[in-house]
C-alpha cells in the first residue's frame, strides 16, 4: 500500500534552514505529481509547493516563493522541501502527499522560533 515517510523537521532559528524529506513506496512513484503541505496549530491544512512528474514543473504558494525549493528523486522514490529564510509563521507540521491518493503521513513538525 502507499506510504509517505515525512522526516527533517527540527526546532531553527528564525532565518535558518531546514530540508525535509519524504520516503515514498507502494506506487510508481515517478508517475505521480507530489507535493508538501503544512498545518500550523489552529489553521486548515495548506498546500506548500508541487512537482509535476516527468517535466518537474514546479509550484510554490506564495507565503513561501523565493525561499522554498522543492524537489524529486525518482530512483530514490523521495522528495524534498529545501526551506531557508524561515520565519515564525512557517511553523507548522509539514505532510508529503501523492496526487490522487487521500491519505497522509505522519508529517515532521517544523519549529521556528529563537
Known amino acids: 500500500q502507499v506510504q509517505l515517510v515525512e522526516s527533517g523537521g527540527g526546532l531553527v532559528q528564525p532565518g535558518g534552514s531546514l530540508r525535509l524529506s519524504c520516503a515514498a513506496s507502494?506506487?510508481?512513484?515517478?508517475?505521480?505529481?507530489m507535493s508538501w503541505y503544512r498545518q500550523a496549530p489552529g489553521k486548515e491544512r495548506e498546500l506548500v509547493a508541487t512537482i509535476d512528474a516527468s517535466d518537474y514543473i514546479t509550484w510554490y504558494a506564495d507565503s513561501v516563493k523565493g525561499r522554498f525549493t522543492i524537489s524529486r528523486d525518482d530512483a530514490q522514490n523521495m522528495v524534498y522541501l529545501q526551506m531557508s529564510s524561515l520565519k515564525p509563521e512557517d511553523t507548522a507540521v509539514y505532510y508529503c502527499k501523492r496526487r490522487n491518493y487521500d491519505g497522509w503521513g505522519q508529517g515532521t513538525q517544523v519549529t521556528v522560533s529563537s
Open positions: 507502494g506506487f510508481i512513484f515517478s508517475n505521480y505529481v
